[in-house]
């Protein structure tokens, strides 16, 4: 999650919700996501939440941080209860940040036991956690099995090492073969990897190697993601300082191209703008969540939770974040109640990214009325229109962000 924060409106001490919101709760799926914000070392790219100190003060550490998140759960429990319903069993877990498996392994089981205790594990859940190839063992991987978690999402980011030198990633890419194969004797039920094109430097070739390393690893889902420079990152000095050049928005889309080709010669379908999954088994269950405008609540520091239209973040510190739940008070930092046009164009802009694409009835008339020219552009798949969907064509997804501002004029 980004580092910096919106304000929104305040949120209620108690962390409270509005009664809009409560008496919606179970009408969508329900996830929970849980960020772990520490890292060894940061990525030059990243302006994600994390912190290297492995102390962040009292509540903020990583012996203590299972126990804080423990008690944010035991808040959204006491906050959800007021609907007067049965708390919605989880479908999805994600455990993302940072590094989670930094973390004890077993710390990592707590949270997870934590939440089916709390709310209940529905049948079938998944439960992801990402990991740095680095940070895991055979032991480790065996545990987060044992413990309940079912899916391991691996930051491969490059095969090529002068690629990852400039992301500044410390681990050995030699080592992916090995740490996939520990997570499949572990008996994780889906293994995922996590790939950047468009790094400076990075040449078509490069990308090509990274991608066929990859798919050598036999993986159930690859996620594909350009790079963007994002203001105030490492990565953005050096551009600015002329060190590097910025991505180039051509070769990015021959790599675009080049990975779609790709995993599809191998067997993994699109399913997402950015993510490939060997069947529909194989994809992230919690990630449609965000992508259908269902519910989950996000546990930790800088953490996003949205609930039937309620959108809130905790406060970014780990100390601030800690020193709120010893106090009982809620880690909210800000939020949003979303009106029915701002939940309109939203899904319009997530839903368009899927394969499966978005119902024609979240289009206004204006949006309606340019699907026809987007479809003589090749952008627009004229036969999904036959089912009343818009999915969008290779060429439409490589020019999503042009098709969407058509789509919300």
Not at 58 to 69: E, F, K, L, M, R
Not at 321 to 343: F, I, M, Q, W
Not at 362 to 384: C, I
Request: hydrophobic fraction near 40%; include cysteine; charged fraction near 25%.
């Amino acid at each position: 999650m980004p580092s910096t924060l919106p304000e929104g409106e305040a949120v209620p001490a108690d962390g409270s919700l509005p009664t809009s919101s409560l008496e919606a709760l179970g009408e969508a799926p329900f996830g929970a996501y849980v960020h772990v914000p520490f890292c060894v070392t940061r990525c030059g790219y990243c302006d994600f939440n994390t912190y290297t100190s492995s102390e962040l003060g009292p509540g903020a550490s990583h012996d203590s941080y299972a126990d804080t998140v423990l008690a944010e759960i035991a808040l959204a429990a006491r906050v959800l209860e007021r609907s007067g319903r049965s708390l919605p069993r989880i479908e999805t877990v994600f455990v993302g940040g940072g590094t989670p498996t930094l973390l004890a392994s077993d710390d990592l089981g707590r949270i997870l036991e934590a939440l089916d205790k709390t709310f209940g594990l529905a049948d079938g859940y998944e439960a992801t956690t990402e990991a740095n190839p680095d940070s895991v063992t055979p032991e480790s991987l065996a545990t987060l099995r044992a413990r309940g978690f079912t899916r391991i999402s691996y930051g491969m980011q490059s095969a090529v090492p002068h690629v990852l030198a400039t992301l500044d990633r410390t681990h050995d890419p030699a080592r992916l073969p090995d740490v996939v194969r520990w997570a499949r004797e572990a008996g994780f039920e889906q293994v995922s990897v996590d790939l950047i094109y468009g790094t400076p430097g990075e040449s078509l070739a490069d990308w090509q190697r990274s991608l066929d390393a990859a798919l050598a690893l036999g993986p159930d889902h690859v996620s594909a993601y350009a790079l963007i420079v994002e203001d105030g990152t490492a990565m953005a000095r050096r551009v600015a300082r002329g060190e590097v050049t910025a991505p180039d928005d051509d070769l990015m889309a021959d790599m675009y191209a080049a990975a779609d080709a790709t995993m599809g010669a191998a067997g993994l379908g699109w399913y997402e703008l950015s993510n490939w999954a060997r069947d529909d088994a194989a994809r992230c269950r919690h990630n449609e969540l965000y992508w259908t405008g269902a519910d989950w609540w996000g546990f930790g520091p800088g953490a996003h939770s949205h609930v039937a239209g309620t959108r809130w973040w905790n406060v970014k510190h780990p100390a601030a974040y800690a020193k709120r739940l010893a106090s009982g008070t809620s880690p909210g930092h800000g939020r949003e109640v979303l009106d029915d046009e701002t939940r309109r164009v939203e899904q319009v802009l997530l839903e368009s990214r899927l394969r499966d694409g978005m119902p024609l009835a979240r289009l206004d008339e204006a949006g309606r009325a340019a699907v026809p020219a987007l479809v003589a552009e090749g952008l627009v798949d004229p036969l999904p229109l036959e089912r009343d969907r818009l999915a969008l064509t290779l060429r439409g997804r490589l020019l999503a962000d042009a098709v969407v501002r058509r789509l919300l004029p």
